[in-house]
């Protein structure tokens, strides 16, 4: 997916907020520039390269340089617009072109960087301003693609907890390289892909042993443990007893 290179510095050139009339329809145009938008009221429609696109409260755009667009249909929006000139690529540390963020995050860098061309405001504080917005916008947008990429896990090993998945696999299946998966999953829930796993495989053993007599030989295999060697070292490091001792007392003291 083609997203702004933060590696390579953009140049920031100007800002403004923009508040539509009403019946006011998005400027046609092929711009020169590459420009951020952030909605902060109601909605933006336009057409770019002849694509839809239709932007309500706390979504961002990137419109890249060189593509037509269009206003087609009425806007009430009102939005925060920045211009700049930047790098794209398809790498997966790249800023996405589209995406959702809060709004209220970009009051302070804008009200420097609205300030612009005011001598007061120097180069520096423009340029902090400036990669202030779009650091908050990259930081949001990792945040939502790690809640999507631990849901995707749990979903894949919820299905099947008799597999043995390994690193590899899981972050191919969700796009990433095997470092950056690591890395995102661990910043979304504070532990590695194969702690979480763990976890997830010893509470379906406890809930086994709590609510059925299935022998704990059939419940290691149908919880990825495979032998009860395994399931017997990881429940003692976890929970302090063997799982047979943990199943009578705790039946007792119900």
């Excluded at 923009?18 to 951020?36: A, Y």
């Excluded at 309500?56 to 009425?74: E, H, N």
């Excluded at 072109?97 to 420097?112: A, H, I, N």
Aim: proline share 4%; net charge neutral.
């Amino acid at each position: 997916m083609t997203g702004l290179d933060l590696n390579c510095l953009p140049e920031f050139l100007w800002a403004g907020y923009k508040v539509f009339l009403p019946g006011e329809v998005h400027v046609t145009r092929i711009c020169n520039e590459d420009v951020l938008l952030i909605v902060v009221k109601g909605n933006l429609n336009f057409t770019e390269a002849g694509r839809q696109i239709t932007l309500t409260r706390g979504d961002y755009y990137i419109q890249r340089s060189g593509l037509f667009q269009q206003g087609v249909k009425p806007s009430d929006a009102e939005y925060y617009y920045l211009h700049f000139h930047g790098s794209f690529d398809h790498r997966q540390d790249c800023l996405p072109l589209y995406g959702k963020t809060s709004v209220e995050r970009f009051e302070v860098p804008f009200s420097s960087l609205l300030g612009y061309p005011d001598p007061q405001v120097t180069k520096t504080e423009l340029s902090a301003a400036f990669y202030t917005v779009l650091s908050l916008l990259k930081s949001g947008a990792e945040q939502t693609d790690g809640r999507k990429l631990v849901s995707r896990v749990i979903s894949t090993v919820s299905a099947d907890l008799t597999r043995k998945y390994s690193l590899d696999e899981l972050a191919a299946d969700s796009g990433y390289s095997k470092n950056h998966f690591i890395n995102i999953f661990k910043a979304q829930t504070g532990k590695t892909p194969y702690e979480y796993i763990l976890d997830m495989r010893m509470q379906r053993v406890i809930q086994l042993l709590y609510d059925t007599d299935m022998p704990v030989g059939k419940i290691s295999e149908a919880t990825g443990f495979g032998s009860y060697v395994n399931l017997y070292k990881e429940f003692v490091k976890k929970e302090g007893c063997p799982p047979l001792e943990w199943r009578k007392k705790r039946r007792n003291l119900s």
